[in-house]
Every structure is written in C-alpha cells, then in structure tokens.
C-alpha cells in the first residue's frame, strides 16, 4: 500500500518536473526567436535574395520581379531587410551594401522604409 501511494505521489512530482522542463524549453525557444530575422539568422535568409544579385552590384542592372518581390516581403520588418543587406553571405556573393539599399526604390516599393538607418546606410 506504502509503495502505492508513493508511486502515485512520485508520479505526479515527476509530472511537475516535466512540465516545468517544458515551459523552460520554451522560454529557451522564444529567446532564441529574438533576432532581427525572428528564428532565422540573416546570413539564411539572404539566400532568399539570389534573384537581387546582379541588382545588388550593379546600380544599372535590372531589378527582377522575383527580386522585388521578395525585397516586398522581407521589407515588411526593415531590421530583417537591413541585417539581410549587411549579412556576410550578402557581402561574400558580391554585393555591396551602398547598391543594395537602393533596391527597394528601384522595385517602386512604395511602402518601403524610406530614411530607415541601415549600419552606415540610409535607405532612399
């Protein structure tokens, strides 16, 4: 009977445990979400940005569909937009960032940030 009521008791304790274990994942999980790109880094996300590459070199060359597109999408949350633009995987496919802020006003973008602090750049 002893062993019974001790299971039933150790059973629930370690019941508490777990969901308190839980509930720390999650805090843990939300924290790790904090970043300017939410979940993901902005070196990952520029990878949605290939389409802008030729755009991102050259104040010239074409700013494609699929690249304003996107720049749209991403727009939406500027400290994204600017952490993409200034990431080192922008950097190392050979963009440059004082071309790559231009590319939201290229698109006609008109609900872009306009006059938003981007590191050493403002977007126009």
Known sequence: MH?????????????????????????RTMVDAAGECGRNPPDREAIKLAPCAMASQDTSAKVSPTCCARVREMGKNPKCLCAVMLSSTARSSGAKPEISMTIPKRCNIASRPIGYKCGAYTLP
């Open 3 to 27: 062993n019974l009521v001790f299971f039933k008791m150790g059973t629930h304790v370690l019941s508490r445990i777990l969901f308190l274990v839980l509930c720390i994942y999650s805090l």
